[in-house]
Structures are given as structure tokens and as C-alpha cells.
T-cell receptor, first 113, second 114 residues
């Protein structure tokens, strides 16, 4: 069965510190992986996606993610967090035909000044 | 180019009433997806539609829920005889033809059932 696990419900980091948000997935075929960000009261915005090729993908706003097949992980990273990055982050896995996405339960990021 | 539009943004219904949620995809997009987000949870897929066709409704509850995407006009998610458990945020996403991997999300409709 397909599933996505984000083990950290809340994370607090200081502004300027590095960030890593964890994502593990269970999927029966080659996964298509995504990270989205949701600001309060808003819809989701795509940060980055992985389909194939280089396992380190770059996204918008200085984010990157690394696909590790052996660990079934797709962790999101940012070297230096800004206060505006405070939001909720969702990892998702897509079916090959993109009929549907499976989302994790989200990680809420708080940024301390 | 306007983004995905959803209305209303907030909807309050009493138990037993009907709720109609509308989604206007981005211009040129022919694929629409509906998701439900319960409090403190991630988004759960409900249904995937193309113009006049339901492609995948495996996430839709068997009763009271229906969706359509007519040839003209917005996509509609309809919930009949709402119950308190239907209270959630409902998000619509759209994608262009040939690029279903990139879904653009609307701001959501927050449904509250009293």
C-alpha cells in the first residue's frame, strides 16, 4: 500500500540555522516524489519534485531534497532558514499516471528570531 | 494568468443541508483534482476529473459525495446531507494537458458543519 510518513509533526529552528525535514515513503513502483509548502489559510505551493536522474534536486526558495532509494526517503533541506519559511511542509508521492497523490501528514516549521 | 480559484472560501452548513464547492482551474488546464484535509492531517485524494469525465474517484466516500467537471463552467464538489465529520478544508488542484505531474492548488474551501 502506498503511504508517506513525516515523523516530525513540529520543528523549531533559529533563523539562519540549517533545516532538514524528513519524509519516508512506501510505494510499490518507482515513486514520483514532491514537496509542497502551505502557508496558513493558503493552498499548497510546489517546492520541488523528483522523477528520475540526479537524486539531489533543487527547488524554489533555496530548498533541495535528496532521494535515497535504499532508505525510501526524500528529505527536504535548506542551508539557512529565513523567518518567511515558517509554514507547513508536505511530502507527497505520486502514481506513475499521476491520477492521485498521497500526502504525508505534514511538518509545521516554526522559525525563532 | 489567474491561479486556481475556489469559492466560497468559507462555508457554514447545518447538519442535513447540502454543500456545493466550486473550483475554476487555471486557464488551459483540463485536469482537476479534489482533496480533503482534516484538521492536523495531510491531504487525502478524493477524485480526479477531466472535462465531462470522472477518471478516478477511488477516494470519494460512497454516499452523499459527488463531483463533476462540465464542458463549460467550474468543477463542482457536492456533499449532500452534510454531517459534522464533513467539516474540513477541501482543496482543488488543476494541471495542464500533457503535464499531470504538476498540480497547482487553489486556496481551499473551509467547510464547517454545525
Amino acid at each position: 500500500a502506498q503511504s508517506v510518513t513525516q515523523p516530525d509533526i513540529h520543528i523549531t529552528v533559529s533563523e539562519g540555522a540549517s533545516l532538514e525535514l524528513r519524509c519516508n515513503y512506501s510505494y510499490g513502483a518507482t515513486p514520483y516524489l514532491f514537496w509542497y509548502v502551505q502557508s496558513p489559510g493558503q493552498g499548497l505551493q510546489l517546492l520541488l519534485k523528483y522523477f528520475s536522474g540526479d537524486t539531489l534536486v533543487q527547488g524554489i526558495k533555496g530548498f533541495e531534497a535528496e532521494f535515497k532509494r535504499s532508505q525510501s526517503s526524500f528529505n527536504l533541506r535548506k542551508p539557512s532558514v529565513h523567518w518567511s519559511d515558517a509554514a507547513e511542509y508536505f511530502c507527497a508521492v505520486g502514481a506513475r499516471n499521476f491520477n492521485k497523490f498521497y500526502f504525508g501528514s505534514g511538518t509545521k516549521l516554526n522559525v525563532k528570531p | 494568468n489567474a491561479g486556481v480559484m475556489q469559492n466560497p472560501r468559507h462555508l457554514v452548513r447545518r447538519r442535513g443541508q447540502e454543500a456545493r464547492l466550486r473550483c475554476s482551474p487555471m486557464k488551459g488546464h483540463s485536469h482537476v483534482y479534489w482533496y480533503r484535509q482534516l484538521p492536523e492531517e495531510g491531504l487525502k485524494f478524493m477524485v480526479y476529473l477531466q472535462k465531462e469525465n470522472i477518471i478516478d474517484e477511488s477516494g470519494m466516500p460512497k454516499e452523499r459525495f459527488s463531483a463533476e467537471f462540465p464542458k463549460e463552467g467550474p468543477s463542482i464538489l457536492r456533499i449532500q446531507q452534510v454531517v459534522r465529520g464533513d467539516s474540513a478544508a477541501y482543496f482543488c488542484a488543476s494541471s495542464p494537458p500533457g503535464a499531470p505531474d504538476t498540480q497547482y492548488f487553489g486556496p481551499g474551501t473551509r467547510l464547517t458543519v454545525l
